[in-house]
């Protein structure tokens, strides 16, 4: 069961989440992340949140269309997506995409990379995606659609990575390693539609981009 989880952070081109959306069995919204919704004419399945950062008469707007609503005190232990991300579990999903997660705060952005590890951790897909990137975290095996030269870069998300073999790419590895702090997986190009990337131990960042 696909979730998309909508957060406050930016979003640029609503056109670009169409499909995203039309795939998504689950819809919550993480606070603000209603805005985005009600401006997409979005009818989510659930907000959750303090509320600090959506405007009253969006909510009202949302309760009159019988949404589910559940509020939380602004002092709480855990962020708004971070809750929207349990509900989704608790709701049944397997496959968690993010957006509007992405924006001026890096420490939100840092907190929601640790959202994917949560979801590794207990065999859930997740990836964070806007207009330019697509975010995901693997343990094992990847493959992803793009076209001939579209970026993606590998980055080691544990002390380090071991056993590191790619398909498709400019700059193919067959086995190597890679150590935090040693960033030399960035950059690497698509040589074909799609590509494949496999690790045999920790923790890889894999980060699809483009211009």
Same mark, same amino acid.
């Given at each position: ?90 709701? !049944? ?55 001939? !030269? ?12 071991? !056993? ?48």
């Amino acid at each position: 069961m696909n979730a998309l989880i909508i957060s406050n952070g930016e979003i640029s081109n609503y056109n670009y989440y169409k499909n995203i959306i039309l795939d998504s069995n689950i819809i919550i919204c993480a606070d603000g992340g209603a805005k985005h919704a009600y401006k997409m004419n979005i009818i989510p399945n659930l907000i959750v949140g303090d509320f600090d950062s959506l405007d009253e008469d969006i909510l009202n707007f949302y309760k009159e269309k019988g949404v589910k609503i559940e509020k939380y005190s602004p002092i709480k232990d855990k962020t708004d997506t971070q809750i929207a991300t349990l509900k989704a579990i608790e709701m !049944g999903t397997d496959n968690i995409t993010y957006i509007g997660t992405l924006g001026n705060r890096f420490d939100h952005l840092i907190a929601n990379l640790s959202l994917l590890f949560y979801l590794l951790n207990r065999k859930i897909k997740g990836r964070i995606i806007n207009e330019k990137n697509e975010i995901y975290l693997i343990n094992e095996y990847i493959e992803l659609k793009g076209k001939k !030269g579209d970026i993606v870069s590998l980055l080691p998300y544990s002390k380090d990575v071991h !056993g590191i073999y790619t398909e498709g790419l400019y700059y193919p590895l067959s086995g190597q390693d890679m150590t935090l702090g040693i960033p030399y997986g960035i950059s690497n190009i698509f040589t074909e539609n799609k590509i494949s990337i496999k690790i045999e131990d920790g923790f890889l960042l894999v980060i699809k981009s483009r211009d």
